[in-house]
């Protein structure tokens, strides 16, 4: 990997020389990578570029050999201006061809998640950065959606830079996952290189140790400019979690698609590059499969309690008894993923009928990351969806206030819910209680497991809600004895 000695905002040139024939990244471009496909054109799906490898059975995004070449001077570093033109030669042409959205006129009020006084406000308003709930792994989902921002001459890049940072210090300290909607950049309200560079020098380690996956969602030759100029400056360890997507199909297997925050614009595009396709059967979302009988996940709690004659949930107390007894003292309990093919594995036991015995896997986070996808996949939040509008409204002035009401609300849900939230409530004061060894505060446990418990209908949780129902599971933890009234038949790890 190439290193750097420029300072933090400036990229060092070098003198070279560009021949025309390599100016031109769509005429010669055929170098070991081969021609990088224009947006519609097939990519490699969930690629890491440069690896050199073959993944998922397609090509591994690389630049060619001959743009590598021709456009790194001696010292392995790139022109920036030469890159600048061509990014916006890149840019011109998509935009000719209709492959990027016009840059929004900016609505005050739309997609606002901070009030009108806030110093973030004018930045926020514009819905580029939203918090979307959980991925499939059990870490917290962020977008970026470039056909929200406005023109270069009405957004200010650097509170831009801020308002991600803001976003993301309520994050860094668990694993998290960004997902970048490419579409909708064009040379009106594109960031210049320098800005971009120096917005990767601005997260430092406690934001790129904890990023879990960068999905790029239809990436465009402009991507492919972007990394030969972030090229000398990323490290291979980071490169390997940014991966390529084409479709919106594609961030199924990936993230909990329900929700993800797709602006209307990159839904469109994506039905455009669809219907471009000759073979679609491909790249379609599957049909879903009818509920097995065994089935755990996804399925109401009224209807497993039916069949299983038990109130709590088969998954929720094999992972339970396991934390309870093994992981209490871990650190970052609910911080951490896990991994993937395991995660997938154990659910797939479970739906199957299978016995599933979490010692054998030795990873305390495994059963918290199944704990946390069974809440979040349940068909309505554990609180309920009736919930969510009082619980993200500020109610109640005093403390004492705040428990009644919360005690009212809880008495309100269904039996098997209320059953089921007692019993989850107990185990997180069991974890709570040791948060000297595994520093999970009661505000941290909230933070993590509130927005498995309550999210709205139809839409996902925006960053807006976020404190409030923070502020309501901290509620529940801390007045559980005056909120829930008697301890529940069976209590936590039996």
Known sequence: ????????????????????????????????????????????????????????????????????????????????????????????????????????????????????????????????????????????LIIFSCCKMPPTHVLDHHKLLLYLQYTLDQYVESDYTLVYFHYGLTSKNKPAFSWVLNAYREFDRKYKKNLKALYVVHPTNFIRVLWMFFKPFISHK??????????????????????????????SHDADLLAKLKDTSSTVLPPSTPTSPSNQFGVPLDRLAESSGEQIPLVIREAVAYITANGLSTEGIFRRCASAPLVKEIKQKYNEGELVDFSQYGDVHLSAVILKM????????????????????????????????????????????????????????????????????TENLAVCLGPNLIWPQGSPLNLAALPYITTFCCLLIRHSDSIFGCTSDTEPGE
């Open 238 to 267: 980071f490169g390997k979690k940014v991966m390529y997507v084409n479709y919106l199909s594609e961030l199924h297997k990936h993230l909990d698609y329900e929700q993800l925050v797709i602006p209307d614009q990159v839904n």
């Open 1 to 140: 990997m190439y290193r750097t000695t420029t300072c933090p905002n400036v990229v060092r040139t070098t003198a070279l020389t560009m021949s025309a024939d390599l100016i031109d990244l769509e005429e010669k471009s055929g170098g070991a990578g081969g021609k990088m496909p224009r947006a519609g054109a097939q990519w490699t799906s969930a690629a890491t570029p440069g690896t050199g490898s073959e993944r998922d059975g397609g090509r591994p995004f690389a630049v060619g050999t001959q743009d590598a070449t021709g456009a790194l001077g001696g010292d392995g570093h790139m022109a920036e201006r030469t890159l600048e033109e061509l990014a916006e030669r890149e840019l011109a042409k998509e935009e000719e061809e209709g492959l990027a959205a016009p840059a929004p006129v900016p609505i005050a009020g739309s997609q606002v998640s901070l009030h009108v006084s806030d110093p973030f406000y004018d930045v926020a308003r514009h819905g580029i950065v939203e918090v979307a709930g959980d991925d499939n792994y059990g870490r917290k």
């Open 374 to 441: 069974y809440l979040r996949e349940l068909p309505e939040p554990l609180l309920t969806f009736d919930l969510y509008p009082r619980i993200i409204s500020p109610n109640g002035t005093s403390n004492d206030e705040k428990v009644t009401l919360a005690r009212e609300w809880i008495s309100s849900l269904p039996q098997i819910n209320l059953a089921v939230l007692r019993y989850i409530i107990a185990f997180l004061k069991l974890v709570e209680k040791e948060n000297a060894v595994n520093k999970m505060t």
